[in-house]
């Protein structure tokens, strides 16, 4: 079993910055990754990045490539995304994720709970 404690959402203006971090304990030897997914009302959950723990190979959904940058610390067990240049469309849930390295939901077999991102025009 994985845990995943998200922080560092909030409310930002259209052009601002976010950091978010993910918290991992338990067996987080057995995956391979983390990534980080988002959830806006009413649409599917869509991937954002991912990064390998072991390497650091990263990938990231065209939406957010150049504006976002994923990072981890092996060492804390922990998993970063910072946002830059925000836009309103990137409001939503964000959700961290340990599994095996993929861009769909369904690689992933641990969740976090979610914080929040609102980016105001």
């Known amino acids: 079993q994985v845990l995943l404690v998200e922080s560092g959402g909030g409310l930002v203006q259209a052009g601002g910055s976010l950091r978010l971090s993910c918290a991992a304990s338990?067996?987080?030897?057995?995956?391979?990754?983390m990534g980080w997914f988002r959830q806006a009302p009413g649409k599917e959950r869509e991937f954002v990045a991912t990064i390998k723990w072991i390497g650091g190979g990263t990938y990231y959904a065209d939406s957010v490539k150049g504006r976002f940058t994923i990072s981890r610390d092996n060492a804390q067990n922990t998993g970063t995304l910072q946002m830059n240049n925000l836009k309103p469309e990137d409001t939503a849930v964000y959700y961290c994720?340990?599994?095996?390295?993929?861009?769909?939901?369904?690689?992933?077999?641990?969740w976090g709970q979610g914080t929040q991102v609102t980016v105001s025009s």
């Open positions: 338990g067996r987080t030897f057995s995956s391979v990754a």
């Open positions: 994720a340990a599994g095996r390295l993929g861009n769909y939901a369904g690689d992933y077999a641990y």
